[in-house]
């Protein structure tokens, strides 16, 4: 597929000639102060507010495909793919959710970015509060397309897990890899959690999965779940967050559809934050963005219009 590449901004000679097109958007590589080798795909004007998005899983910077062209009218939008994922590389380690924001950091601070808005989805959502609690400063608003750290769990969530049935599968080592590593069963992933067919087309899946069957990186998935996922979550359900103040202005947005969350996930019990408030996004499901862009777009504008 066609590329576009940002020449003046690349370190060293541009090595990925199927990068998916998208009008407006720029593509560089650098190499950030945790020894990573990082992909980012830029658009908007260079001197505008500036918007960071941060894809989940089994994804990479494309998961952000249709909201970019509407934020990148009003802010300069940076979507990086995180460690392990898209055209980044995909070391053997390093994925905690702590070692994840290392990188985050790192790359803010290459881009000379000291505040940001911010928008995450799945995993990096873990990462983003962890921006949000110990660098508030970096942060101006955080759009999260997930739940909450202030979850108070209750029964009823339990209708929920039958769906998660994946996760240990991922989790375990080379099972997982060789798992992720198949086309069935991450296209599974990619699929049984949209609302719609045409979320998620079958070139899609194929940018997505080109890239997860990318020599490591099915490897890199899995450790995530290890070390990243299956641990921040069972923080979330133990209530490891609630001693902690969220200053940051939040938005937490779930899908209605999504069967693995149940909506009173958004439920704020006590005063836990200055600014928090979620939304139940009726016809989505777990992939937001994918199924209703347009609602995203529409809540990173009103939030961020606000406090960029």
Known sequence: MASTHDA????????????????????????????????????????????LLLHGFPQHWWEWRKIIPVLAERYRVI????????????????????????????????????????????????????????????????????????LHFTPHMLAGVPQLWFQPVVATPRLGAWALGTDRFPRRLLTSFTTSPESMTDEDQAIFLSRLHAPGHAEAGSALYR????????????????????????????????????????????DPADDLVGHVIEGAGHFIADDLPDAVATHALELFGRVL
């Open 8 to 51: 003046a901004h690349a370190p060293g000679p541009l090595e990925a000639p199927d990068l998916p097109h998208l009008p407006g958007v720029r593509h560089r590589f650098v190499t950030l102060s945790t020894g990573l080798r990082m992909h980012v795909a830029e658009a908007g004007q260079p001197d505008a507010p500036r918007v």
């Open 79 to 150: 979507a990086p793919d995180l460690r392990g994922a898209g055209w980044t590389d995909a070391p053997p380690s390093r994925y905690t959710a702590g070692e994840i924001l290392d990188d985050v950091l790192a790359l803010l601070d290459h881009l000379g970015s000291p505040r940001v808005g911010l928008v995450a989805h799945d995993f990096s959502a873990f990462v983003g509060y962890n921006l949000c609690f110990d660098h508030p400063e970096r942060v101006a608003g955080f759009l999260c397309l997930g739940p909450h750290p202030y």
């Open 227 to 270: 070390n990243l996922i299956l641990r921040e979550t069972g923080r979330f359900f133990t209530a490891a967050y609630r001693r902690r103040r969220l200053t940051v202005p939040t938005v937490a947005l779930l899908g209605g559809a999504d069967a693995g969350i149940r909506p009173r996930m958004l439920d704020v019990h006590g």
